[in-house]
């Protein structure tokens, strides 16, 4: 699955250098604990969680999750122009719960399996400041839905830049740019690509129970 949606990334975006993040580039001693209490569980995808941030935060540049599945030639050209581009997405009945003091919106939100910034971005830092600040202890509930994924996290820190909770487009503070879902979307395997930039398979192999949307 994953080698067939990074040859769309290369079919549709031939004059862009792909870099892979894995255990060749990456240095556990500069992550938060909690990232090796991560791979240690075998929940790979919380560790992406983090390294996608500080990636594109020391680099800049463009980030997909590896079954993200492209669908047409150059899908980002009318995004780069700005400083940081993301979509929503609204995937459930919104709904609002408190974690470690600070109240996170679920079901409806930013989507970082697909995004774009330019390096150093201010709210990609405070980002950071904030998955810094997490417990060890993070992904084993995460991955239960015991506390929040990351777009609930993304959303949380946005607001400050102006997010609004709705599936529309969305100029913010910091010269950011939020897209609605019509041309990224969640819709799995068998999902209909007409129409679509992007298309997010979502695995989902991160989830350890049934127990979705709840903590």
């Known amino acids: 699955l994953v080698e067939k949606c990074l ?15 894995d255990l060749t580039n990456i240095n556990f001693d500069e992550l938060p604990k909690w990232c090796k209490v991560a791979y240690d569980n075998k929940l790979y995808a919380f560790v992406a969680d983090y390294i996608r941030v500080k990636a594109v935060y020391e680099e800049g540049g463009i980030y997909l999750d590896s079954d993200v599945c492209l669908c047409v030639p150059n899908p980002f050209e009318d995004y780069v122009k700005n400083r940081l581009w993301i979509p929503m997405e609204n995937v459930f009945s919104p709904y609002i719960n408190t974690y470690q003091g600070i109240k996170y919106k679920h079901g409806i939100g930013v989507n970082p399996v697909f995004f774009g910034a330019e ?25 239960k839905y015991k506390a929040p ?13 102006g997010l609004k909770y709705k599936n ?39 989830v350890r129970n049934n127990n979705k949307h709840k903590y």
């Open 168 to 206: 529309e487009e969305q100029y913010l503070k910091q010269g950011i740019l939020v897209l609605t879902d019509e041309k990224f979307k969640h819709l799995g395997l068998a999902g209909d690509r007409k129409g679509l930039s992007a298309l997010h398979i979502a695995c989902n192999s991160w």
């Open 119 to 143: 390096a150093g971005h201010p709210y990609i830092k405070e980002l950071l400041d904030r998955y810094d600040s997490l417990p060890d202890n993070y992904p084993l509930l995460a991955c």
């Open 7 to 21: 040859k769309t990334w290369e079919k549709y975006c031939p004059d862009y250098t792909i870099k892979r993040w």
């Open 149 to 161: 994924i990351a777009p609930s996290v993304w959303s949380s820190v946005m607001e400050k830049y």
